[in-house]
């Protein structure tokens, strides 16, 4: 009788099939075995790394269709080889005993142990499972990748001169090369540096319906093999394992129990869990599922949590407070093109801040992709806010994302956001229902598939044509010319309104009205692109009376503060409330100074009998250095305390401080003016300041008594980067810059270069007071207004007067 025994036809794989037959042959004497060679598809693909082809069953499939054909009726594999489920009709049966189940280095140095390789050694292996072990172990070891027989792996590391490869101790010692005066064998033990499982033991595939291959495989089994492919590859099957994961098992027989060792991993390898699980040998297949769950609970033991959150239609007034509250605390931000900007610096400063949107020519994150983000972020443990314009599930695909976690068990929640549906039109004057006009309103998709109405379209014109409710279309100016013309053919009235409304609630929003006739060359002229919302109803007559936002005084201008990030907020509020566009571009930064020399006068401030503060920063760090020495606001007593600026001012009141001379014009002139009368020979005065402020005032001072000045800051250069506004000054885009000190213009021309003065000029500019003023004349700005009150209100106010002509 004749059984024919599938194999490939590597080498080992010839050898370790020889092997087999002589043992069944030996076994079975009346039966002749015949080795039949088949060549598989991993056979075929040699250059490119296992986990690249993706394909399950790489060195089986094709013995396995020979076995379903009647063509072989045995299959020989290396077992771990075999994909964790098998084909139906087939099953795995063990021969007698396991070669050695571990790994080994092999290496050109003379050494005995992974912990004497060199440092800095490069290692080769393609396995994420043995990669991510030996990083473990030894994480200054470079790895590279590797592929090939054994064979080819040994040439490959002599020629590279690599300081080792790693490979099974099997298949090393079926083709004789365990031992070999080239290298060094280094074996790493199974259960510190875990095998894949099943590693050593051959399995022979049949039928399950061929009784007479199972009996003849029963009569050379070997049962501690069978309780270790049962206990290693239950743990692979229950983690559904591939190649693309790190995933490793190994069954200790002992006395009367086993131990099974598990390694599971994420893809990416960038974390991985070892456990290990007890039991009695007939439970193995139990013990590996155990195992696999444990592992499973330990990996992903606290999952993040992944907020879809809609950011609003552009207004960043309009984000939600439980999104700017998880903004906040999130470690990862994924956002898109719609999202403004401005939200990332609420942002953790070690929150990992991911573009998923298109940007100038280059191609947004596929969906898939950003699934895929989302989930591995999510068990990786991490807070994830997805951050998408307007609302989630509005045309947000956020349906998808939330689909995709809950299939990879990634706990998340959605936090609906302000659509432009609803708040874009708001912000245009349009209301999306009136009970004057309207008592619905439909939301569609102009992001037609098929642009020729030809039947196929993919909306219902005939249908849309009759509606009788406001109708706004999504991603839709690029078919504009369509809808109308469609609505128009299917019933619609021509003259029935319609507008464009780009870039809603922002800055840059504009709004082109006129009817389902007119409205596509108005919207064309007006040059108006994508993103827009087109609007259609009656609806769209309100807007005279309703728009608020575009009527705003300053709506429309770009107006650059230079200040420091710090300060800024209070002219950035200003501005924005009267709708202008605040772009901030900081040129300065406070860096405190001299702390000890502070804290000195501070222990002394009993001597003086006067303290002048020049400006908020100044109050706050002479504060921190109150605070440093155990004081508060007792420590001033009967001082006489002058303040330079309302801001200062308050920044003392706040403090429980009120100011006994508040000078009206914040020059230095003005304060020794009004200061002479208050002071005498006797008098003692304390100045904590900047180090960049003007010496005329305490000299002036130090004629009549004696004048103490410490500088406790000094004002930097901000070198942070921030979008630099040059290419918006050369498109003459920037209405206004504003100065609020000599250093800001300084430190401006600098940033922005001093070549670049014409560009700086194209835009007005608005300085405080003289001594700026005298700055911007000195670096080739022209002044365009100084404002009347030297303060941010006082600039503000000169920006609305110049807005208003
Ligand atoms: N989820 C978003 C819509 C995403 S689809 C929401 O709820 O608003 C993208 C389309 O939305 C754009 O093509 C545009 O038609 C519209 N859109 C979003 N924000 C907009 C805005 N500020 N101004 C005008 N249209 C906007």
């Known amino acids: ?84 489920r098998l084909p139906e009709g087939l099953l795995l049966t063990v021969p007698t005993g396991r070669e050695d189940p571990r790994d080994v280095l092999l290496t050109p140095h003379k050494i005995k142990s992974l912990a004497e390789l060199p440092k800095n050694a490069v290692v080769a292996t393609g396995s994420k499972r043995r990669i991510y072990q030996l990083q473990k172990l030894r994480p200054d070891v470079e ?15 002599q020629e590279q001169k690599l300081d080792g490869i790693i490979l099974a101790a099997a298949g090393l010692k ?22 894949a499982p099943a590693q050593g033991i051959l399995a022979v595939e049949i039928r399950a319906d061929n009784e007479l291959a199972k009996d003849l495989m029963g009569a050379i089994c070997d049962a501690n093999t069978l309780v270790q492919m049962k206990g290693e590859r239950s743990f692979l099957k229950a983690l559904d394992g591939s190649c693309h994961i790190p995933i490793g098992a190994y069954c200790e027989i002992k006395e009367e129990t086993i131990k099974l060792y598990g390694l599971y991993g994420l893809e990416d390898g960038s974390q991985a869990v070892v456990q290990t699980i007890e039991g009695l040998p007939e ?64 942002a953790k400063d070690e929150a990992e801040i991911i573009y998923v949107g298109k940007r100038a020519g280059n191609h947004a994150m596929p969906q898939e992709e950003i699934n895929a983000l989302l989930v591995r972020k999510g068990r990786e443990g991490k807070l994830v806010l997805r951050l998408k314009g307007g609302d989630p599930y509005v045309f ?25 549906v609803i708040g874009g039109l708001a912000y245009a004057g349009i209301p999306i229902t009136h009970r004057d006009c309207v008592s619905s309103f439909h939301v569609i998709t102009g992001h037609l598939k098929s642009n020729a109405y030809d039947g196929s379209s993919d909306l219902d014109w005939p249908v849309l044509g009759k509606l009788k409710g406001t109708i706004v279309f999504l991603m ?79 709506f429309g201008k770009n107006i650059i503060v230079t200040r420091s990030r710090e300060q800024s907020s209070q002219m950035v509020e200003k501005i924005a409330e009267l709708g202008g566009n605040a772009i901030e571009f900081p040129t300065i930064r406070i860096a405190p100074i001299n702390g000890a020399a502070c804290d000195d006068k501070v222990k002394k401030l009993k001597e003086y009998t006067h303290i002048i503060f020049t400006s908020i920063n100044g109050v706050e760090i002479f504060f921190d250095s109150l605070n440093r020495c155990g004081k508060d606001a007792r420590a001033f007593g009967n001082l006489h305390i002058t303040a330079i600026g309302e801001g200062t001012r308050k920044a003392l009141s706040d403090r429980g401080l009120q100011a006994d001379f508040v000078p009206d ?10 200061l002479l009368p208050l002071i005498d020979k006797d008098s003692k005065i304390l100045i904590p300041r900047s180090k960049n402020a003007r010496v005329y005032v305490v ?7 004696s004048v103490d000045e410490v500088q406790t800051y000094e004002t930097v250069r901000e070198d942070h980067a921030t979008v630099n506004p040059l290419e918006m000054l050369e498109n003459k885009e920037i209405d206004y810059i504003t100065f609020t000190s000599s250093t800001t213009v300084q430190f401006f021309v600098e940033k922005i270069g001093a070549e670049h003065i014409d560009a700086i000029n194209t835009a007005k500019c608005i300085s405080i007071g003289p001594q700026t003023s005298k700055k911007c004349v000195e670096l080739g700005i022209n002044v365009d207004i100084e404002a009347e009150k030297y303060t941010i209100q006082g600039m503000v106010d000169a920006i609305l007067k110049d807005a208003e002509k």
């Open 1 to 84: 009788m004749n059984i024919k025994v599938g194999t490939r036809g590597s080498t080992l794989a010839r050898i370790q099939s020889q092997w087999l037959i002589d043992v069944l042959a030996k076994a079975h004497p009346q039966i002749n075995f015949e080795m039949v060679i088949i060549k598989t598809k991993g056979d075929l693909i040699q250059n490119k790394p296992l986990d690249k082809i993706g394909d399950k069953g790489l060195f089986t499939k094709e013995l396995e269709e020979a076995l379903l054909s009647g063509e072989i009726q045995m299959a020989i594999h290396s077992m771990k080889d075999m994909p964790s």
């Open 143 to 157: 790895i590279v990748g590797i592929r090939g027989n054994i064979d080819t792996r040994i040439r490959k590391m």
């Open 174 to 195: 079926r083709i004789g090369r365990f031992e070999d005066s080239d290298y060094q064998t280094v074996t790493l033990p199974e259960t510190t540096f875990i095998p």
């Open 283 to 346: 439970e193995a297949e139990i013990l590996g599922e155990k195992l696999a769950k444990m592992c499973y609970r330990e990996l992903y033991k606290k999952p993040g949590k992944v907020y879809l959150a809609g950011g609003g239609c552009g207004d960043p007034g309009l984000l939600t407070v439980k999104a700017k509250e998880i903004l906040q605390k999130a470690d990862v931000v994924v956002y898109d093109a719609l999202v403004n900007d401005v939200f990332l610096n609420d």
């Open 396 to 420: 947000g695909r956020g349906g998808e994302e939330g689909e995709d976690l809950y299939d990879a068990g990634v706990p998340f929640e959605v936090i609906p956001g302000i659509t432009s």
């Open 476 to 554: 839709g100016v690029k078919n504009l010319k369509k809808i109308c013309e469609e609505l128009v053919n299917n019933g619609m009235n021509p003259e029935m309104p319609a507008a464009v409304v780009y870039r809603a609630s922002t800055p840059y929003q504009r709004v082109v009205t006129g009817n389902l006739e007119t409205i596509y060359d108005i919207a064309t002229a007006a040059k108006i692109t994508a993103p827009s919302l087109i609007v259609v109803g009656e609806v769209v007559n309100k807007r005279e009376k309703l728009r608020f936002f575009d009527e705003k005084p300053l």
């Open 665 to 674: 014009k914040y020059v230095g002139e003005e304060l020794v003016s009004g």
């Open 699 to 705: 000299e002036e001072l130090a004629k009549v008594c």
